[in-house]
């Protein structure tokens, strides 16, 4: 059993920047793709940003292209979300999420087999 904790959400103006990270526990960290979703209230999920199990690809949604970065940190079983340039459609509940399948879509939440609690992120304008 896989356990996912995000940390770093909070409140930030708009231009600001967050790091937000998530710690993996309870199993092989490097046999996972992570990803990072969000939701908005009274929106669905929807995917942010991707990183594959070795972490030399990365993925990421239209909208955070190029202001939000995704790493892992394979010594520390953590996987990080750097966002700058924040906007306040950025605001959300950011959960961080593994999967352990082999050619699954990276983008879809389906894909994903363990899901942390989620943390907030509110962007003011």
């Known amino acids: 059993q896989v356990q996912l904790v995000e940390s770093g959400g909070g409140l930030v103006q708009a231009g600001g920047s967050l790091r937000l990270s998530c710690a993996a526990s309870?199993?092989?960290?490097?046999?996972?793709?992570m990803g990072w979703f969000r939701q908005a209230p009274g929106k669905e999920r929807e995917f942010v940003a991707a990183?594959?199990?070795?972490?030399?690809?990365?993925y990421y949604a239209d909208s955070v292209k190029g202001r939000f970065t995704i790493s892992r940190d394979s010594a520390q079983n953590t996987v990080s979300l750097q966002m700058n340039s924040l906007k306040p459609e950025d605001t959300a509940v950011y959960y961080c999420?593994?999967?352990?399948?082999?050619?699954?879509?990276?983008?879809?939440?389906?894909?994903?087999?363990?899901w942390g609690q989620g943390t907030q992120v509110t962007v003011s304008s």
């Open positions: 999420a593994a999967d352990l399948d082999y050619g699954s879509s990276r983008t879809s939440s389906e894909s994903y087999d363990y």
């Open positions: 309870g199993g092989t960290f490097s046999s996972y793709v």
């Open positions: 990183v594959t199990r070795s972490g030399m690809r990365t």
